[in-house]
């Protein structure tokens, strides 16, 4: 359907106040022009200067009066171009014209025609709240979404038979794949086989050896905190993975190994900065901080903690009460910072620096065996039913099954009425941003008489805080499309594994990076004709 000669495209605006140019430059000196002169320009602009504000309705709280007394006080004070914002804040209690209701609808109506009339130009934010592109309209299957997995280990030769657990719902499969175990995956130090200490009074240190994510430990925020593991037994490191509760940590971590005259000396120092919990700066916000060294063998080993804050973005309850929920030291390979490369979790203030998403270069395996060759990630969807049963011939071996899809990142438009609020539309979709586009703006345009709207120039995209997504509809495809290689053995990096090699996982994940922010720029903020 098609409403309009336009162009499907997004405006970026500000609040912008219009200035009349108040000096001149000449011969390097500034002359002021003649203050009534000045003042005039600010009382009765010229009719070229177009002065715009933002004309927000704030929690339903408007009625079709109002907007024509608020229409006509802009006339009267020279503005001729206003942007409504259907803005939903809890701090301001709701009103009894729901949006979307008809009641709504006749008030659009109304602004619009009166607006006509009055010579205002009128801009409508392209979805309730300011931020960003969302509604009711938008349904799982056209939200941003990311590729979630389930994992399932069976040893061979045997066959399989059964029914694989999808990780979330709602879930679009995507691909079934299987690859070898890699060698000494899940040899880590436990409660078992090491004890866990500190020179300062911590209570229940041992929660971060039991295996149990449900279990807290909270660290003091003062000056350095150490954490000591002494294994029974002499111990080979190559990873290290922490997970946290809902509790900011921001610190530097020095991960030091215990020497034969009984010092401690720095092996890998790395940040955890775990600070926002909000899906809006990462879909899976408990997602754990993986971090990768040169394997090292010793029994003794430390973790140094010191707090940081955040210099362009202070948050005053980073380190108020930071804890850890486990501490996971292994002897296996693991790809480094997964998360944050996958886009799971995204750097935490607005204002990130170029190296904030740069990753310091991995350490490659001493060992083959204990990272995954791409030729062994075998594509098992054909194998898939529709009632998720997999039929397998399962090799010999030990093998982990994932079963990949995608499910919304759950973010969705606000700051906006319940009655207004849905999915973020999918930002890789020239399809999924039409639906939404027709979702709300195609509605007004078709509600709406051609002669009462004439006014209606502008729609208007506020500020984009809808974190990231890394899958869409025919993803795989485009990306092999774009980069000359099949994607689908390297997509167990989404969830940390090591393909081939870390560098290779790494630009893999880049290359995924890169195909999404083109797909963002063209697909959603470029946008398609209507």
């Known amino acids: 359907m098609r409403y309009l000669n336009l162009k499907y495209l997004f405006i970026l ?10 000096c001149t430059n000449t011969n390097n000196r500034i002359h002021q022009v003649d203050r009534k002169q000045l003042l005039k320009g600010f009382v009765t602009p010229a009719d070229s200067i177009q002065t715009a504000v933002y004309w927000y309705w704030i929690s339903d709280n408007i009625s079709k009066e109002g907007i024509v007394k608020d229409l006509h006080a802009m006339k009267g004070a020279g503005i001729n171009r206003a942007f409504i914002g259907n803005i939903g804040l809890e701090s301001v209690r709701y009103g009894n014209v729901k949006m979307l209701s008809k009641e709504w609808w006749e008030c659009i109506h109304m602004a619009l025609k ?10 409508v934010f392209n ?28 040893s061979g030769p045997t066959t399989y038979s059964s029914t694989l657990p999808k990780p979330n719902e709602p879930f679009q499969d995507v691909k079934v794949l299987a690859f070898p175990k890699p060698k000494l995956a899940g040899e880590i130090l436990t409660n078992g086989k090491a004890t866990i200490s500190s020179p300062l009074a911590i209570d229940n240190l041992g929660n971060l050896l039991d295996g149990d994510t449900a279990t807290t430990t909270y660290l003091p925020n003062i000056g350095e905190v150490i954490i000591d593991i002494e294994a029974k037994e002499s111990f080979i490191a190559r990873s290290l993975i922490l997970q946290y509760p809902k509790s900011p940590i921001y610190a530097n971590i020095d991960f030091q190994v215990q020497r034969e005259d009984g010092q401690y000396t720095s092996h890998h120092s790395f940040e955890i900065d775990r600070t926002k919990f909000s899906i809006n700066v990462g879909f899976k916000p408990l997602a754990p901080l993986q971090v990768t060294f040169e394997a090292i063998e010793s029994k003794n080993f430390r973790l140094k903690f010191n707090y940081l804050k955040h210099d362009n973005w202070p948050d005053p309850n980073a380190n108020k009460n930071p804890g850890l929920s486990e501490i996971t030291l292994s002897s296996a390979v693991v790809l480094g ?24 270069v991995q350490s490659e395996p001493d060992d083959l065996s204990l990272i995954v060759s791409p ?23 030990d093998w982990i099954i994932l079963r990949t899809g995608m499910t919304p990142t759950g973010v969705k438009n606000n700051p906006a009425s ?40 502008v729609v208007v995209q506020d500020s984009y805080e809808k974190g990231g997504q890394n899958i869409s509809d025919g993803f795989l495809d485009e990306f092999q499309e774009t980069y000359g290689y099949d994607p689908t053995p390297f997509l167990p990096t989404f969830e940390g594994v090591v393909i081939k090699s870390q560098q290779t996982s790494d630009r893999f994940l880049w290359d995924m990076r890169r195909l999404v922010a083109d797909k963002v720029a063209y697909d959603y903020v470029g946008g398609c004709e209507i």
């Open 375 to 397: 030729d062994k990630v075998l594509d098992l969807t054909q194998n898939l039913s529709e009632d998720g049963t997999l039929k397998w011939e399962v090799p010999a071996g």
């Open 337 to 360: 910072n997964y998360a944050e490369k996958s886009l799971a979790k995204m750097h935490p203030t607005p204002l990130p620096k170029a190296s904030d998403y740069r990753w310091e």
């Open 418 to 457: 319940p009655e207004a609020t849905g999915f973020e539309v999918d930002k890789m979709s020239k399809a999924h941003a039409e639906k939404h586009f027709y979702g709300h703006i195609g509605e007004i345009l078709e509600r709406v008489p051609p002669e009462d709207r004439k006014s209606f120039k």
């Open 114 to 123: 009166t607006a006509t009339e009055l010579d205002i130009e009128i801009g």
């Open 127 to 154: 979805s309730p709240g300011w931020s960003q592109s969302g509604g009711p309209w938008v349904k799982a299957e056209n939200a941003m979404r990311y590729l979630a997995s389930s994992q399932t280990k069976v």
């Open 13 to 22: 605006t500000t609040v912008c106040i219009i200035l009349v140019s108040g």
